[in-house]
């Protein structure tokens, strides 16, 4: 399936390019879209008490994408495991490709295997999933916490933090600490991520960022990084970043 997308303004930094977190809800938009042809949409899963939420995404970025330029979209639901995970690729024009792991949850938030009528929606069409750049470890450095508290405004349809928030989240621990340390924040471009959730977030409560510079390639910083509530890690992930020159 295809579409031609835009980046809005709001998702543009000062240098007019795409921030990661904002290229991500373009390629949930993807989904959604794709979802909607197949007879899928919001309506439809809040009537039937089910919806499919991301369980694991990863990401490589090709190069950034300006505001207003038109982004020739594909998306293609690569394999499914009776329905209760499927792995949906996308690929961004030339900007970014990208592989999630959307799994199927009922009532309860729970994962529940999907009827006949889910799986038989959702055709496969076999793809390669994305394969993410290699580092060379280093003695891993632990930058200063970041805590976020999420909006009541913010919630997505199904009441918990979206996904993309947490690629937000990351990206503004990195920024502060470069802008601590007397680089220039909007200098950040992203290089790739990946991101496994755990359990979800909701608004009002407070969430620890924690990131580690971890290792290194050829002008790209490599950052582990763990969002906790509480005791409890609720995502863990890993993001590729380099300067603008």
Known sequence: MNWTLRIPRHACSPRGTSRAGDLWRLVQEAAVLASEAVGWNNERYRENRTAYVVRELR?????EARYGEPLDTRTCIAESRRGLV???ETWVADVMRTTVDWAHIGPTGAPQRPGPEVVEAFAVTPAEPVHLPGFTPREPVALPDFEVVPWFTEMDPIGHTNHPRYVDWADEALSRHLAATGVDPLRLVPVAESFRFRAPTHAA????????HIGDHQGTTVHDVEF???????????????LAV
């Open 228 to 242: 906790v509530v509480g005791d409890t890690s609720v995502c863990q992930g890993r993001i590729w970043r380099t």
């Open 86 to 88: 499927l792995r949906r």
């Open 205 to 212: 409560v407070p969430i620890q960022v924690r990131l580690r």
């Open 59 to 63: 990401g490589v970025h090709l190069r």
